[in-house]
C-alpha cells in the first residue's frame, strides 16, 4: 500500500512564503514523475508544477518565477516552495506521483492541504 502524506499549508499574508512537503511511503519500487496540483472553489483542479525523476521541471505560467519545485529521490519526497504568494493562489493543493509497486506505474493522490493567501 502506498501514502502520499502532505504537509506545509497554513495561512499566510499576501507576499509571504509557504513551502509543501508531500512524502511518499509504502511498498515503493520506483517513481516517476511528481507534481503539485491545486483546486480553488468553484474550480477545476489545475497544475501547478510537475517534475521528472531527473529533475526536469514544468509550471503552470500563473506561478513561473515565483514557485519552485523540487524533490528528493532518496526520501520520495518533493517540495515546493512558494514566494510572493497572491490572494489567487488560495486553494487546496494536492501533491500526485507515479509511483510503480509490483509491474506498473499508477497515478497516487495525497489527500490534500490547504492553502490561504490573504489580502
Known amino acids: 500500500q502506498v501514502q502520499l502524506v502532505e504537509s506545509g499549508g497554513g495561512l499566510v499574508q499576501a507576499g509571504g512564503s509557504l513551502r509543501l512537503s508531500c512524502a511518499a511511503s509504502g511498498s515503493i519500487f520506483s517513481i516517476k514523475d511528481m507534481g503539485w496540483y491545486r483546486q480553488a472553489p468553484g474550480k477545476q483542479r489545475e497544475l501547478v508544477a510537475r517534475i521528472t525523476s531527473g529533475g526536469s521541471t514544468n509550471y503552470a505560467d500563473s506561478v513561473k518565477g515565483r514557485f519552485t519545485i523540487s524533490r528528493d529521490n532518496a526520501k520520495n519526497t518533493v517540495y515546493l516552495q512558494m514566494n510572493s504568494l497572491k490572494p489567487e493562489d488560495t486553494a487546496v493543493y494536492y501533491c500526485?506521483?507515479?509511483?510503480?509497486?509490483?509491474?506498473?506505474?499508477?497515478?497516487?493522490w495525497g489527500q490534500g492541504t490547504q492553502v490561504t493567501v490573504s489580502s
Open positions: 500526485n506521483a507515479e509511483i510503480r509497486v509490483v509491474l506498473a506505474f499508477r497515478d497516487y
